[in-house]
């Protein structure tokens, strides 16, 4: 339990202290009214930067040889006001969970001082200050790192098995001690390691962080023991097979997980938990892109609001919104992409060391019904804004959107602007086929179509399973780029893909229609019916192939195959 004699407790220039004994010099090195003075001249890196939170490190400071780690919250509106009249503040929460911790040998970070200021007994800022655990990583990072890969070298895999028996007897022994982390997934524990020189497995203790969702319980029951072993599986899903998942349940205890009687079942009921985890965690983060965050900013400027990726500067945005009008007046036939009476779309330099080139692709409004759609449902270039974020969210390949610009009159988007990444270094997928299959086939040929055939099943498969649909599904929207000796597949036209509840075998056999209907037939049904099989199997629904293939067939029989070729539209009978 907490223990107060540790620490002492002190009012400085307003702001209530609460430091551990032999800390008592960081009253005087930070003050809360001007948070940034205590950073003036010292070496320090930014973790996290959002309107209200600063998350900062400091290596070897002169509080501790360590170094330190300091967060930093202000007052986000006025219902922090009555929030935390009610409830403690995150970072006493976080004060006094790590000195419990600590009492019960459990590894977290050492906490030196926290702090609130309040005006007229409402919070205005509050402050924690840690030790920094030096020589070491999150085990999310770590594990990614070192052992993704569908086939890992024996010495990898050893060193996976062990460091997961690691893992599992770290949080047996959290949950025998009756604390449960609400937020238990692996980039909230850290892997230290004991040697500088060494990034060995074989000598690293872990420990628990962002302990303001941790709570000392009385008791651990069946279902939190299961939904924190779901958050840990859905966290390192990249790098967990099905028997990492049985062997990490053993070693766990199932007997201590209810009373399940079959391993299988118990690692599929946990599996489901750790997929509604993971699709309630991508939602959350579907409009991110619309608010202050860390990764977002917006702006406002007469007649114009913006949302932009940080890191980018939001005035050259503006400015390419009028080279792009430029463009379009001009009708200069190297930078202007495409001008219909919905769309307008351009291609600019971007001198950045990430991106090369950008696109603007305008939404136009040519009519009443388009106004009130935007009153309404929003314009098109904030759902593509939204949807190409989340696709990102996702994992899913797609142009890096930059930036939304919304132009406004009386508070109505008239027009939307979509900055987003040029991939003018991938080809779109009618087009690659016609370059890389065409003439005589060869070995090199069928290895590459096959290669192509795989990633595209893999990736759409994965798409639909994290029900994501997209309403124009043709090659012509579907990116190739070569890596190596696979293929990478990347979405265009990111306006007309929408999150789903379900993807139904009719929305399934509505997008293999349109990419069966816009394939050259270079694409042989031979190869066709191998992409389906290897789809039907990563969707697990292999059963209904029969009923999927005969609606697909039925479909298409009375369409002619049509396709974009660097000639224009082709046209091909069945």
């Known amino acids: 339990?907490?223990?107060?004699?540790?620490?002492?407790?002190?009012?400085?220039?307003?702001?209530?202290?609460?430091?551990?004994?032999?800390?008592?010099?960081?009253?005087?090195?930070?003050?809360?009214?001007?948070?940034?003075?205590?950073?003036?001249?010292?070496?320090?890196?930014?973790?996290?930067?959002?309107?209200?939170?600063s998350v900062i490190s400091m290596p070897g400071s002169d509080v501790n040889e360590n170094g330190i780690y300091?967060?930093?919250?202000?007052?986000?509106?006025?219902?922090?006001?009555?929030?935390?009249?009610?409830?403690p503040t995150r970072t006493w929460t976080e004060w006094k969970v790590a000195n419990e911790l600590l009492g019960q040998n459990i590894n977290t970070a050492?906490?030196?001082?926290?702090?609130?200021?309040?005006?007229?007994?409402?919070?205005?800022?509050?402050?924690?200050?840690?030790?920094?655990?030096?020589?070491?990583?999150?085990?999310?990072?770590?594990?990614?790192?070192?052992?993704?890969?569908?086939?890992?070298p024996e010495d990898k895999?050893?060193?996976?098995?062990?460091?997961?028996?690691?893992?599992?007897?770290?949080?047996?022994?959290?949950?025998?001690?009756?604390?449960?982390?609400?937020?238990?997934?692996?980039?909230?524990?850290?892997?230290?390691?004991?040697?500088?020189?060494?990034?060995?497995?074989?000598?690293c203790d872990l420990y628990l962080m962002d302990l303001h969702r941790v709570k000392i319980l009385n008791r651990m029951s069946y279902r939190k023991r299961r939904y924190n072993l779901a958050q840990v599986f859905n966290s390192l899903s990249s790098i967990l097979t099905e028997s990492d998942k049985l062997d990490f349940l053993r070693s766990y205890g199932s007997n201590t997980l209810g009373n399940i009687t079959g391993e299988d079942e118990l690692v599929g009921q946990i599996e489901s938990q750790s997929s509604r985890i993971r699709n309630i965690h991508y939602r959350s983060r579907?409009?991110?892109?619309?608010?202050?965050?860390?990764?977002?900013?917006?702006?406002?400027?007469?007649?114009?609001?913006?949302?932009?990726?940080?890191?980018?500067?939001?005035?050259?945005?503006?400015?390419?919104?009028?080279?792009?009008?430029?463009?379009?007046?001009?009708?200069?036939?190297?930078?202007?992409?495409?001008?219909?009476?919905?769309?307008?779309?351009?291609r600019f330099p971007l001198e950045n060391e990430k991106i090369r080139s950008v696109v603007v692709k305008q939404y136009k409004v040519g009519c009443?019904?388009?106004?009130?759609?935007?009153?309404?449902?929003?314009?098109?270039?904030?759902?593509?804004?939204?949807?190409g974020n989340g696709l990102l969210v996702y994992g899913i390949n797609t142009p890096e959107p930059l930036a939304l610009m919304e132009k406004k009159v009386l508070g109505i988007t008239t027009n939307s602007y979509l900055i987003m990444e040029d991939a003018r270094e991938c080809l779109e997928m009618d087009r690659y086929i016609l370059k890389n299959f065409h003439g005589k086939s060869s070995l090199s040929k069928l290895k590459k179509k096959r290669v192509l055939?795989?990633?595209?099943?893999?990736?759409?498969?994965?798409?639909?399973?994290?029900?994501?649909?997209?309403?124009?599904?043709?090659?012509?929207?579907?990116?190739?780029?070569?890596?190596?000796?696979?293929?990478?597949?990347?979405?265009?036209?990111?306006?007309?893909?929408?999150?789903?509840?379900?993807?139904?075998?009719?929305?399934?056999?509505?997008?293999?229609?349109?990419m069966n209907l816009s394939t050259p037939k270079l694409i042989?049904?031979?190869?066709?019916?191998?992409?389906?099989?290897?789809?039907?199997?990563?969707c697990s629904i292999i059963d209904e192939k029969e009923n999927i293939l005969r609606e697909i067939v039925n479909l298409s029989k009375t369409e002619k195959i049509l396709y974009v070729s660097s000639n224009g539209d082709v046209t091909e009978d069945w």
Request: with cysteine; hydrophobic share 35%.
């Open 453 to 514: 055939i795989n990633n595209l099943a893999e990736t759409m498969g994965r798409m639909h399973n994290q029900n994501i649909f997209h309403h124009d599904l043709k090659t012509c929207n579907i990116m190739v780029k070569e890596k190596g000796k696979s293929s990478c597949i990347t979405f265009l036209d990111f306006d007309k893909v929408s999150f789903e509840e379900e993807i139904t075998i009719r929305k399934r056999v509505k997008n293999l229609t349109q």
């Open 286 to 346: 579907l409009k991110r892109c619309l608010k202050e965050s860390s990764v977002f900013s917006k702006k406002r400027s007469t007649g114009m609001k913006t949302f932009f990726r940080k890191g980018y500067d939001a005035n050259r945005f503006a400015g390419l919104i009028e080279k792009h009008h430029n463009a379009l007046v001009s009708g200069d036939k190297t930078i202007v992409m495409k001008c219909d009476s919905k769309t307008a779309l351009t």
């Open 368 to 387: 009443v019904g388009c106004v009130l759609k935007n009153i309404f449902r929003g314009s098109a270039g904030r759902k593509a804004w939204i949807a």
């Open 70 to 87: 300091i967060k930093y919250f202000k007052r986000n509106g006025y219902s922090d006001y009555v929030k935390y009249l009610l409830v």
């Open 157 to 203: 895999e050893a060193e996976k098995k062990k460091l997961l028996r690691k893992l599992v007897y770290f949080i047996r022994n959290i949950h025998e001690k009756v604390v449960c982390h609400y937020d238990l997934h692996a980039g909230n524990i850290l892997i230290k390691f004991k040697n500088k020189q060494s990034s060995s497995i074989h000598d």
């Open 1 to 53: 339990m907490y223990n107060s004699t540790m620490s002492i407790r002190t009012v400085k220039n307003g702001a209530h202290w609460t430091v551990r004994k032999g800390y008592e010099s960081i009253t005087d090195k930070i003050n809360l009214d001007d948070f940034s003075s205590a950073l003036n001249g010292k070496p320090y890196k930014t973790i996290k930067e959002t309107r209200v939170r």
């Open 524 to 538: 042989s049904t031979t190869d066709r019916l191998r992409f389906l099989n290897e789809y039907l199997r990563q």
């Open 110 to 152: 050492l906490p030196l001082a926290t702090a609130e200021k309040r005006r007229y007994g409402m919070l205005d800022s509050s402050l924690l200050v840690t030790e920094a655990v030096t020589n070491s990583e999150s085990l999310m990072e770590f594990c990614q790192a070192n052992f993704e890969g569908a086939s890992l």
